[in-house]
């Protein structure tokens, strides 16, 4: 029996003429049981890896590929994506692109119908899955009603169904929240107890501190570091900060009391209620006060209500009832709509030009800007995210933290006083984070309301000041962050 579930040899790949996300001669071997962490910056390579172990290269995503990569005994170019399913299981970053049904039961059970397993077992393993995930809430719902983390855990029981023997990673944890991460790190526990090969590529660390045998950090396409289990333990926050990458632990995340928000006029929500068809699911909010001029996270487990309230207050949903009033304004359903911008959580949804610029100046409404001024003011806005050299590209051929940064852009170049966010940090690296953060709080000093749904604890302390936690669609936490 061979010792790796997966190697590459002097493997060089580029995505047609793009440096992005490419790898440069790279040398890994991952054993069998091992579960491995692929850190570093956006477009440092770590997708491209877990693209190369399940197959999406090259037979999905073309480019330009050198080298060998053998995964459980098997060579990837001769090899199908369908042949792998049954023994290489996937959870990408964003678990839309992976589902196949409208069904969430129907969702788990997909992979294992189209392995020809018997009626009996893909019960059995439903029923296996959806209790060791604890999701019983989850089943026989519509994809289309869950949140973003619900939907994640939906993509992790349909890959953990198939039982692979090799279980690729992508993000995992970019929409879910503290209790779902907790959650999923069991999972990872108990696929790693199985004996099953784990590779994950995250952001967010702190979770993996006690499950990772390995931590292998990327940097332009090449491996610039590895730590064993060990070394990964004792890694302190002035370690991270200087690779470039997020806390290990949570306790090494402090709150600066510059944040704090000053005190005067405040957004008022009363009997702001809206239910879904389903008539379970909505929120209820009987008073909500919010200050103005500020940055509000609001915070809840998956399914608690954050998106459904954010798309209430900007004017998205007509048959939401209550008032809602900004600085003793009362604000109408269509008013709300021309004084909120919101930014999605799957921003795809909201990128419609041919160029990233000619996405933010899309947004710009003050009619006294001639075009130079507003190109100006675009190249400056993308100046400051790290976006200027994509300028000129089609947003859709960016990577999804670029997507993002672009989203936030077209937020920031907008001149409407309300901006809300709806996990505006999934997927993005410590310094992407932390320029988001900054960007954040130059709306709040352009006298800006900023709202961030968001499970980013550590966003949360580099740049909020105030804390809105929902329970069931009800405000059960609305103070100062801090208190």
Known sequence: MKEFAAELNNVSFRYGNSDEGALHSLNMKIKKGECVLLCGASGCGKTTITRLLNGLIPHYYEGDLQGDITVLGRNIRDTSIEDLAGTVGSVFQNPRSQFFCVDTTAEIAFGCENMGLSKTEIQKRIENTVTDMRIEKLQNRSIFNLSGGEKQKIACAGGSAMQPELIVLDEPTSNLDLEAIDELRDIIAAWKSQGKTIVIAEHRLYFLRELADRMVILEN??????????????????????????????ADIGYSEDNAAAQGDVLILEDFIFTYKDGKHGIN???????????????????????????????????????????????????????????????????????????????????SLTDEQKRKRADEILLQLDLAEYADRHPMALSGGQKQRTAIASGIASSKPVIILDEPTSGLDLAHMEQVADQLKKLKDMGRTVIVVTHDNE???????????????????NCPLGK
């Open 285 to 367: 909010i009987q008073r909500l006060e919010l200050p103005i001029n500020s940055i509000i996270a609001i915070t809840g487990q998956n399914g608690a209500g954050k998106s459904t309230l954010i798309r209430n207050i900007c004017g998205l949903e007509r048959r939401c009832k209550g008032v809602m009033k900004l600085s003793g304004k009362r604000l109408k359903v269509k008013d709300r709509l021309h004084t909120c911008y919101m930014i999605m959580q799957d921003v795809n949804h909201q990128l419609f030009t041919e160029s990233v610029r000619e996405e933010v100046i899309l947004s710009m409404t003050d009619k």
């Open 459 to 477: 966003f949360i302390l580099s740049c909020c000041d105030h804390i809105v936690r929902l329970e069931n669609g009800c405000a059960v936490k």
């Open 221 to 250: 396409g090449k491996i610039i570091k590895e730590l064993a289990s060990e070394e990964i333990k004792k890694l302190t926050n002035a370690d991270t900060e200087r690779m470039g990458i997020r806390p290990m632990t949570l």
